[in-house]
Nanobody, 116 residues
Framework: QVQLEESGGGLVQPGGSLRLSCLAS????????MGWYRQAPGKEREMVAR??????IRYADSVAGRFTISRDARSTTYLQMNNLKPEDTAVYYC???????????WGRGTQVTVSS
C-alpha cells in the first residue's frame, strides 16, 4: 500500500517562497515517478512538476524557472516554489506513479495561498 503525506503549504505574499514536502511510504521509492499537481477552485487538476527515477524532470510552462522539484534517495520529494504569484493559489497534491502497474497514488493535498 502506497501512502503519501504532503506538508509545507500555507499563506505567503506575492513574490514569496514555500517548500512543499511529500513523504512516501513505499517499498522501493526509487522505482516511482513522483510528481506535484495542483487544483484551483473551479479548475481541473493540472501537473506542476514531475521527476522520474533518473534526471528526467518536467515542469508546467506556468512554473518553469520559478519552481524546482527534487527527491532524495529514501522517501521524500520536494517542491521549492519561488516568486509565487496569486495564480499559484491551489491545493497541491503529491503523486506517485508506478511504471510497472501503471497505477497512480495521491496524497490528501496541502493548501497554498498567495495573497497580500
Amino acid at each position: 500500500q502506497v501512502q503519501l503525506e504532503e506538508s509545507g503549504g500555507g499563506l505567503v505574499q506575492p513574490g514569496g517562497s514555500l517548500r512543499l514536502s511529500c513523504l512516501a511510504s513505499v517499498r522501493v521509492f526509487q522505482l516511482y515517478t513522483m510528481g506535484w499537481y495542483r487544483q484551483a477552485p473551479g479548475k481541473e487538476r493540472e501537473m506542476v512538476a514531475r521527476i522520474g527515477t533518473g534526471t528526467n524532470i518536467r515542469y508546467a510552462d506556468s512554473v518553469a524557472g520559478r519552481f524546482t522539484i527534487s527527491r532524495d534517495a529514501r522517501s521524500t520529494t520536494y517542491l521549492q516554489m519561488n516568486n509565487l504569484k496569486p495564480e499559484d493559489t491551489a491545493v497541491y497534491y503529491c503523486n506517485a506513479f508506478d511504471p510497472y502497474t501503471q497505477r497512480n497514488y495521491w496524497g490528501r493535498g496541502t493548501q497554498v495561498t498567495v495573497s497580500s
